[in-house]
């Protein structure tokens, strides 16, 4: 085992960290060296973390792929005039090229807010409808 760091005295230029950093915590670092039964104690545990995290994450993902997505699109009204209506009254909704549509995520988080976003939206289609010519100024980037 090293000699413990609190006691080598630093090459010249180099700061000594039993200087700047607290006893007990440069003796942890010395505890838990790479290679230590401690280090391989503590790298087995972390991997075993990651293993578990990538596995909730693969059931999350694959829970993602089998939900509906939806996108609205129309060939009467300018979508894309509609999403700028929208973002006027605090709604930030994305936007697709092909077919050229509004996406809108809503989960059971968005619940409380279902309802007004549809008000919303509604209220949106109607002042597009309203307005003659009238094209939107933004454009979808995916």
């Given amino acids: 085992m090293p000699a413990p760091c ?3 005295t630093p ?3 180099l700061v000594d960290l039993s200087k700047t ?4 915590w440069l003796q942890w670092v010395d505890s838990v ?3 230590g039964a401690d280090w391989n104690k503590r790298k087995s545990r972390a991997r075993k973390a990651v293993r578990e995290i990538a596995a909730e994450l693969i059931k999350l993902y694959a829970a993602r792929q089998a939900t509906k997505g939806y996108a609205f699109g129309a060939d009467t009204v300018d979508v894309f005039r509609v999403s700028e209506v929208m973002a006027e009254k605090g709604w930030v ?3 697709v090229q092909k077919p050229r549509a509004i996406h809108r995520m809503m ?3 968005h619940a409380d807010s279902m309802d007004e976003y549809l008000d919303d939206l509604r209220a ?3 002042v597009v409808r309203q307005e003659v010519g009238s094209t939107a100024k933004i454009q979808a980037t995916y």
Avoid: E, K, N
Wanted: proline letters at 18%.
């Fill in 124 to 126: 949106a289609v109607g």
């Fill in 93 to 95: 909704p994305g936007l």
């Fill in 21 to 24: 950093v607290p006893r007990d």
């Fill in 6 to 8: 609190c006691a080598v």
């Fill in 33 to 35: 060296w790479m290679g």
């Fill in 11 to 13: 090459p010249p230029g």
């Fill in 107 to 109: 989960s059971l988080i």
